[in-house]
């Protein structure tokens, strides 16, 4: 066991823990005589109405505490890890893999490729199923772990082979048959390689998938993301505005047939695939309650519905004035334009310059505003106007760090550009607040 994994972090007020005297610094040794594994056994463990817990001090004494709780009753711990164990990383060499297209010289963490199943629970990653034992199957089917989130990319067992490029990868999927025959739910993945596993191949990969209905509960078709750091690798090219309208049609076919036979539309494009093909993005009951928003399927469209609502909702003032800027990627610019020109039916003296920022840092062909850098920002904001405020989506930063892609600081892009940075929440409601400033309309 790795102690370190193990490690309390903080212990809640009022908490069990806290009545026990357990404090920071303290590890978890033991449940019921049992060592923890991860998370997910201590989860489980403390499920009980009785147990007895092993814990060691800072100073090496051990203490056997008996605990006495209401069934599901949480103890009040907080670890320093919070996956108590050491992460997985992947296996795989993918020829899609964005991770292999980074340039040298970033942050350690943005080199790590992860494939860790458990993070697919905690985080929403989605996984190969290449990393998996039967010991991690069994607990998830014991546990009821779910949903779980399972990159696929392909049902074909020797193509899948070649794109993860590890001799594996197709029996892998039979992991999937144990998941569905245990009920376990899941939601897949597909990032669709131009002539590789589009087409013929992403029509048997639907086909198949729509099988393990319903607990294959929906999959997402995302384009592959091509920096320019390509070299030595797998030769991709971009998808094609007929290629996108092929891969709609293709899409929206299944969805009929699902919906004829299950009530779901199981199979979802990500936006992307509706801008390259310079189609309207489908209405809202088509996204079956956004079930992969997180892969960027409606994305678009939540936003201009939670902005509509927001903006009905609005007092307007048409001789409120404000000016302000809004960057983001070449993908969304267009977008946030269209939710301008709304704006302006309510406060026709608010001006918004909205930026599509040119990735020259990863490559033009990377449209995304979670890929933006702090450099790409201050060289191309330099020279417009910025107004009284900039306004940047909360998808550029780290959270608790405030810095880019490259560490540059949203500090530093501040001082940079001589303008406060307001870095703007998913919702359309703070997209509209922070454009009209939500002090003056509260």
Not at 94 to 121: A, H, N, V, W
Not at 196 to 219: C, F, H, T, W
Not at 231 to 250: I, N, Q, W
Request: proline share 5%.
């Amino acid at each position: 066991m790795n102690k370190q994994t193990h490690r309390i972090a903080q212990v809640a007020e009022g908490s069990i823990a806290e009545e026990l005297e357990l404090a920071p610094g303290d590890v978890i040794l033991e449940i019921n005589g049992q060592p923890l594994e991860d998370i997910f056994d201590y989860h489980f463990m403390v499920e009980d109405d009785y147990l007895v817990m092993l814990v060691e001090k800072p100073d090496g004494e051990q203490w056997e505490l008996e605990i006495e709780k209401d069934v599901d009753e949480d103890l009040g711990i907080t670890f320093e890890n919070g996956l108590m164990d050491d992460y997985r990383s992947c296996s795989n060499k993918c020829i899609f893999c964005f991770i292999d297209q980074m340039p040298p010289g970033m942050r350690e963490t943005l080199y790590f490729k992860d494939d860790d199943s458990r993070l697919s629970f905690l985080q929403g990653n989605y996984v190969t199923l290449t990393n998996m034992k039967q010991k991690d199957i069994d607990r998830i089917i014991r546990y009821r772990l779910d949903p779980i989130n399972i990159s696929v990319q392909t049902t074909n067992p020797k193509l899948r082979c070649m794109m993860l490029h590890n001799r594996f990868a197709g029996d892998a999927l039979k992991k999937i048959d144990i998941l569905y025959e245990a009920g376990i739910r899941m939601n897949g993945q597909i990032v669709l390689c131009r002539g590789v596993n589009d087409g013929k191949e992403l029509a048997r990969s639907i086909r198949d998938l729509m099988k393990y209905q319903p607990y294959m509960e929906s999959v997402s078709v995302v384009p592959v993301g091509l920096s320019k750091y390509r070299e030595g690798l797998y030769p991709l090219e971009p998808f094609t505005k007929e290629d996108a309208c092929e891969v709609l049609d293709l899409i929206h076919g299944y969805q009929k047939q699902s919906m004829e036979a299950y009530g779901t539309h199981f199979i979802h494009a990500s936006d992307e695939w509706y801008l390259l093909a310079e189609r309207p993005l489908p209405p809202e009951d088509n996204y079956d309650g956004y079930i992969q928003l997180e892969n960027g399927v409606g994305m678009l469209r939540l936003l201009r519905e939670e902005f509509a609502e927001a903006l009905n909702e609005a007092p307007g003032d048409p001789e409120y004035t404000r000016e302000v800027a809004l960057a983001t990627g070449r993908l969304a610019a267009p977008q946030i334009g269209h939710l301008v020109e709304q704006l302006h039916g309510k406060y026709p003296k608010v001006t918004v310059h909205v930026y599509a920022i040119r990735n020259d840092f990863f490559g033009e062909r990377i449209t995304v505003s979670g890929l933006l850098t702090g450099q790409d920002l201050a060289k191309q904001l330099s020279v417009v106007p910025l107004g009284e405020r900039l306004l940047l989506p909360c998808n550029v930063v780290r959270t608790a760090e405030q810095d880019f892609l490259d560490d540059m600081t949203v500090a530093e892009l501040e001082k940079t550009l001589q303008v406060p940075i307001d870095i703007v929440k998913s919702s359309g409601a703070d997209l509209l607040y922070a454009m009209i400033g939500d002090i003056e309309h509260e």
